[in-house]
């Protein structure tokens, strides 16, 4: 699909009816990508235990369903191009539901690491999409509110995902938890396609042609700012959800032996990202893309530092603020991708998220090397490391997007 000329576009105006149910619609998108997506993240250890394998191999639950995305995602804003952005978005959420049932009926580990691989590739349809058909359909003015909201919609599903399924299986087994996440995955993929209009700023573009996407890829990646925001993506995901797979085995052993849903109620920090996210886009035109995200990135550090020290309440503090800064930083860089690149609007986004769910697959299953062979300290510095790399690059920016 090409984008129309920027005198023909016709945009959803900040304010208008239209421009709510957009929003909201890519809300619910938000929503339910990342509570199916997530939704295992507390129940590590249940897996662990219940198919006998290793803190490493359990995260395997997500990090093969993040890797999946990431590859689908990289192929989803071309597909997109002739089978239409809500098509697209729509399917992947409905279909990504009943394979998150099939899991809860599933008592093979093999298996259901297939079922997660699947459930992650069908969900790659939505966050590349999502923000391409942000990019094109809402008025310039809007666009970091509405990309505000939909990434609220997506710290809001990681937080009920993982809240939610610790709840269920403390008081009855992961299997009840997966199901009622499946059910709610479809309810949101019919309040979507209810509300969400059709795309009016771009035209179909038939059949599949791999050189135009080919050079819509290599052009974006010829822009340095543009790299920055991918290794950004990567950097910070990747130590974000690192924290959160090992932090469930950190708090469930001594001192602290927390049970299954005092885990799980860890992840309503989720309402912090859920704040910031929301503030980061509202005041990004006025102080400063690169310095808010810098902001964000030094947040989210020092949550890292604080939640290494000893004591339940340093590591809840910590995670707090590493959920409020990191979603301060992604708000930023995923709205910035779509105004620094000035054509395949898609294809530029698809690159982010490809960096971004690279980093959560490959560092999420890689820091259960360094849980095994050094504890939460060597999670601790793994991550660390990372975020003080985004954070030189998110200065770095400052020159580089000019």
């Not at 993929?189 to 771009?202: E, Q, Y």
Request: hydrophobic letters at 55%; charged letters at 10%.
């Amino acid at each position: 699909m090409q984008p129309a000329p920027p005198s023909a576009a016709q945009y959803y105006e900040r304010g208008t009816p239209a421009y709510r149910r957009v929003s909201f619609a890519l809300f619910l998108a938000g929503y339910a990508t990342f509570s199916l997506l997530y939704c295992v993240q507390p129940m590590l250890p249940a897996f662990a235990d219940h198919f006998g394998v290793s803190p490493a191999e359990s995260s395997l639950a997500l990090s093969l369903s993040t890797g999946a995305l990431a590859i689908a995602i990289f192929g989803a804003a071309a597909v997109s191009e002739g089978f239409g952005r809500r098509a697209l978005m729509g399917f992947g959420v409905a279909a990504a539901a009943v394979l998150n049932l099939l899991t809860a009926v599933c008592d093979n580990w093999h298996l259901l690491l297939v079922i997660r691989a699947l459930e992650g590739f069908v969900l790659g349809g939505v966050p590349a999409v999502a923000m391409a058909y942000l990019a094109e359909e809402i008025s310039p003015k809007g666009l970091a509110q509405a990309m505000g909201l939909y990434v609220t919609g997506n710290a809001f599903g990681g937080m009920s995902g993982r809240v939610i399924t610790g709840f269920i299986a403390e008081y009855f087994s992961w299997r009840p938890a997966l199901g009622v996440l499946g059910l709610i995955g479809l309810l949101a993929a019919i309040g979507f396609w209810l509300l969400l209009p059709p795309s009016r700023n771009f035209v179909r573009r038939p059949g599949f042609d791999p050189l135009y996407h080919a050079k819509a890829w290599a052009g974006h990646l010829r822009n340095p700012a543009l790299l920055s925001l991918f290794a950004v993506g990567f950097l910070s995901m990747g130590a974000f959800v690192t924290i959160y797979n090992y932090a469930g085995f950190h708090l469930m052993a001594a001192p602290y032996n927390l049970n299954q849903t005092q885990i799980g109620l860890m992840f309503t920090v989720y309402m912090f990202g859920m704040a910031s996210s929301s503030l980061a886009g509202s005041i990004a035109d006025r102080w400063g893309r690169w310095r808010v995200m810098a902001v964000g990135l030094v947040i989210a550090l020092s949550g890292i530092m604080l939640g290494s020290l000893a004591g339940i309440w340093n590591a809840l503090a910590g995670v707090s603020l590493l959920t409020f800064g990191f979603f301060i930083a992604h708000t930023i860089a995923s709205g910035w991708v779509g105004r620094l690149a000035q054509h395949s609007k898609g294809h530029a986004s698809s690159l982010y998220l490809l960096a971004y769910y690279l980093g959560s697959s490959i560092v999420g299953s890689a820091g259960g090397w360094f849980w095994s062979h050094g504890g939460w300290g060597a999670v601790v510095g793994l991550t660390g490391v990372m975020f003080a790399t985004a954070l030189g690059l998110a200065v770095l920016l400052r020159r580089l997007a000019r």
